[in-house]
């Protein structure tokens, strides 16, 4: 099963991206990871990938489609996976179609995670998010603390803010949001395979949600 993750920053999909990936055993992929992981290196003639990741601006395309064609060609992409984060804008989506067209497959499922009104609370949410600096393991400061302040739970290493979750990085994030998420989600609809998450639940109720609509049995 091939899956794409869209919503806003804030919205959880990350963390309801890698909860599905632990029980169903498909990779998670996030474009975010991949490239602050790589965020040292210089591209684009000088200009680092920080520079716009840091202020909340979108990579270049064309940096962003040979990271992914670099992922989802790997062995353990082979029965499927769970991209979180890809496709953020109508060409990126064309690209990722087309890839998979030229090997005779096609997206199950766009997952699209929401919160209804004004989505004042994301950035309270953005603000209490902690990342692990080993695995990448999120953590919310107001709905999944670690059980050890300031460590990941799973690896034990400690716990930092992520660099671009400051107020000026998520107001351009939550711009570009909006200006490329119309046409996505419509081109999804268009095609029969968008699904709509309310994220306003706590994690577990809008991860219950999300099972049963993908029609996923937890072992
Ligand atoms: P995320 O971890 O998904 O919040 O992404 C963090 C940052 O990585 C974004 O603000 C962008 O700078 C960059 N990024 C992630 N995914 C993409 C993408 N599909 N296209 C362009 N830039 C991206």
Same mark, same amino acid.
């Given at each position: 099963m091939k899956i794409v993750f869209i919503g !806003? !920053?804030?919205?959880g999909k990350g963390s309801q991206a890698k909860r599905l990936s632990a029980d169903t055993l498909r990779p998670h992929i996030s474009m975010g990871d991949m490239l602050r992981l790589q965020k040292m290196k210089k591209i684009q003639g000088g200009k680092s990938l920080g520079s716009f990741i840091d202020c909340g601006d979108l990579v270049p395309c064309e940096v962003v489609i040979k990271f992914l064609k670099d992922r989802i @060609?790997?062995?353990?992409?082979r029965n499927g996976y769970y991209l979180d984060g @890809? !496709?953020?804008t109508l060409k990126q989506a064309n690209v990722l179609d087309s890839i998979l067209a030229e090997q005779g497959d096609f997206l199950d499922f766009a997952v699209e995670f929401y919160i209804p009104g004004?989505?004042?609370d994301l950035f309270e949410r953005i603000m209490s998010r902690l990342s692990c600096s080993q695995c990448s393991e999120t953590y919310s400061m107001k709905n999944r603390p670690p059980l050890r302040e300031g460590f990941c739970d799973l690896c034990d290493a400690p716990l930092l803010r992520r660099e671009d979750d400051t107020l000026s990085s998520f107001r351009k994030r939550m711009d570009i949001f909006k200006k490329w998420a119309t046409p996505l989600l419509d081109y999804y609809k268009e095609k029969g395979i968008l699904l709509r998450f309310?994220?306003?639940?706590s994690i577990d109720e809008t991860y219950a949600d999300l099972l049963k609509g993908l029609g996923v049995q937890k072992e």
């Open positions: !806003p !920053p804030g919205v @060609f790997k062995e353990d992409c @890809f !496709p953020r004004t989505g004042n309310n994220a306003l639940n």
